[in-house]
């Protein structure tokens, strides 16, 4: 079957770097999405990933490895705004996005 | 650009009443879809379409009819509410592409009693 495994929730101090972990086994693979949701909003994109490595953009960075179906994000110089659930999603073999149930990062000052 | 819209934003329906939840993009993309989301659960699909006039069936389509008569717009219609049906609705729409994100709208909470 498929399926994404991240943890469920996770703390961090503001000013810190926290990495979130996501796992995934899809059938066929064409690339993996972040989001990050504020509560009680919709998910807003924050990066793709198609081929391993890291991609960098600002505070945010996500990294893949596709050999193993891995991916992290990380965030770094946190601020109280980071407080939100991160949501993974691998796209299969027929472009079907497959989600995370997310992770909840609290900021703690 | 609006981006997505959705209507209503909250509803309470009692068990077997019927609704449709409203999506318009004005991004012009071909394809649009329909999510639920549940507490510790993943956005879970529910219907897609790749273009006006084609629909098809995600994960979860039981209890739920979709048609796309134009590219804007991609109604979400509950044919006999249930309970289970209790959960928050995303509507999104993503440009041409693997590579492309999703757009999302703003959600409906839906409660069904």
């Known amino acids: 079957g498929q399926n994404i495994d991240q943890p469920t929730e996770m703390t961090a101090t503001e000013g810190a770097i926290v990495q979130i972990n996501c796992t995934y086994q899809?059938?066929?693979?064409?690339?993996l999405f972040w989001y990050q949701q504020h509560a009680g909003e919709a998910p807003t994109f924050l990066s793709y990933?198609?081929l391993d490595g890291l991609e960098e953009k600002g505070r945010f960075s996500s990294f893949l490895s596709r050999s193993i179906g891995y991916s992290y994000l990380l965030l770094k110089e946190l601020q109280m705004k980071d407080s939100a659930s991160y949501l993974c999603?691998?796209?299969?073999?027929?472009?079907?996005?497959?989600w995370g149930a997310g992770t909840k990062l609290i900021i703690k000052p | 650009n609006a981006g997505v819209t959705q209507t209503p934003k909250f509803q309470v329906l009692k068990t077997g009443q019927s609704m449709t939840l409203q999506c318009a993009q004005d991004?012009?993309?071909?394809?649009m879809s329909w999510y639920r989301q549940d507490p510790g659960m993943g956005l879970r699909l529910i219907h897609y379409?790749?273009?006006?006039?084609?629909?098809d069936q995600g994960e979860v389509p039981n209890g739920y009819n979709v048609s796309r008569s134009t590219t804007e717009d991609f109604p979400l219609r509950l044919l006999s509410a249930a309970p289970s049906q209790t959960s928050v609705y995303f509507c999104?729409?993503?440009?041409?592409?693997?590579?492309?994100?999703?757009?999302f709208g703003p959600g409906t909470r839906l409660t069904v009693t």
């Open positions: 999104a729409s993503q440009g041409q592409g693997a590579s492309y994100e999703q757009y």
């Open positions: 990933n198609v």
């Open positions: 379409s790749v273009g006006a006039g084609i629909t």
């Open positions: 999603a691998a796209t299969d073999s027929n472009y079907q996005l497959i």
């Open positions: 991004m012009n993309h071909e394809y």
């Open positions: 899809t059938s066929g693979f064409n690339g």
